[in-house]
């Protein structure tokens, strides 16, 4: 697959080319902007969540991934919502509580 290195964050100006050497995000709009090219990692981070039932193992890139992978859960969440998908809601946050006891070390004793 090929990616634009010159797309660029409309917000914080950062260039996709960045993203991908840093791994770091400039700015929310970020996200939106890269959508396309972060989804594949947030699937990965979601699937691995799901099939294991708990956190992955440390490492670098692991919190950005999390962070990302909120942020497509609470679109998600949002646009469930609105269009009355009351279920499919309920198992995103679900997932998103999941990410946050990772992200936030409260992952039991
Ligand atoms: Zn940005």
Redesign the pocket.
């Given at each position: 697959m090929e990616e634009n290195m010159e797309k660029t964050?409309p917000?914080?100006g950062?260039k996709l080319g960045e993203f991908r050497k840093t791994g770091l995000?400039?700015?929310a709009?970020?996200y939106c902007?890269f959508r396309e090219e972060i989804l594949p990692t947030v699937r990965r981070v979601q699937g691995r969540i799901r099939h294991e039932g708990k956190a992955p193992p440390e490492g670098a890139g692991q919190n950005y991934s999390l962070m990302l992978e909120q942020a497509l859960l609470k679109e998600n969440i949002e646009r469930a919502l609105r269009e009355g998908r009351f279920s499919e809601a309920e198992s995103k946050r679900a997932l998103l509580k999941e990410t946050n006891r990772i992200l936030h070390g409260e992952d039991g004793k």
């Open positions: 964050c917000r914080c950062m995000l400039g700015c709009g970020c902007a």
